[in-house]
């Protein structure tokens, strides 16, 4: 199985400021099967990021994925007020499909 | 939307069903999944059926004590959940593949909020 760590854990940023998120695979991911979630508490997980980088329905262009292989970046450009949440990688190329340990990416 | 319920507290050996009201879509034509989030860790894949139903597939965790089903006259989805466990307490999301009928995409587009099912003595 294909373990996803994720880094940092926690990133403390300002509002406007560019969030880098890290996602790295333990063996190579098949094709560009990577997807992005947003987890706000309470609240249902919402895809952002299918295929490595394309922007799910309603979703804004600040948010941008990248990466190949074992290495995948979710990137938010300038950072809003509702942004402020977890942020899960999950690959889909080789059963089965896992999910990483999230980011959270928090109000400095 | 996707709606769960069915959540609660239920002491280790015993069992549990989890329900999940789809609304807003054709929910015969979507392949759906289960996948839990125990407390402070990561999401974890838990079972798949295909709009067919043909194809069922489970995580090696449950297999052989969790069962799901769909009811396409109710646009529900379950989940029965037997001899449960102490590492099997998470919430519980159910969530849509968005591959039209038995096309499978293997990501989410769709998700509940979640039912929380606590194991414990």
């Known amino acids: 199985e294909i373990v996803l760590t994720q880094s940092p854990g926690t990133l403390s940023l300002s509002p406007g400021e560019r969030a880098t998120l890290s996602c790295r695979a333990s063996q190579g991911v098949s094709g560009t099967y990577l997807a992005w979630y947003q987890q706000r508490p309470g609240q249902a997980p919402r895809l952002l990021i299918y295929?490595?980088?394309s922007r799910a329905t309603g979703i804004p262009d600040r948010f941008s994925g990248s990466g190949s292989g074992t290495d995948f970046t979710l990137t938010i450009s300038r950072l809003e007020p509702e942004d402020f949440a977890v942020y899960s990688c999950q690959q889909y190329g080789s059963p089965p499909l896992t999910f990483g340990g999230g980011t959270k990416v928090e109000i400095k | 939307q996707l709606v769960e319920s069915g959540g609660g507290l239920v002491q280790p050996g015993g069992s549990l069903r989890l329900s999940c009201a789809a609304s807003g879509f054709t929910f015969s034509s979507y392949s759906m999944n289960w996948v839990r989030q125990a407390p402070g860790k990561g999401l974890e894949w838990v079972s798949f059926?295909?709009?067919?139903?043909?194809?069922?597939y489970y995580a090696d965790s449950v297999k052989g004590r969790f069962t799901i089903s769909r009811d396409y006259a109710k646009n529900s989805l379950s989940l029965q959940m037997n001899s449960l466990r102490v590492e099997d307490t998470a919430v519980y999301y159910c969530?849509?593949?968005?591959?039209?009928?038995?096309?499978?995409?293997?990501?989410?587009?769709?998700w509940g909020r979640g039912t929380l099912v606590t194991v414990s003595s």
């Open positions: 295929g490595t980088s």
């Open positions: 969530a849509r593949d968005p591959g039209p009928y038995d096309s499978v995409y293997w990501y989410f587009d769709l």
């Open positions: 059926i295909s709009s067919s139903t043909s194809t069922i």
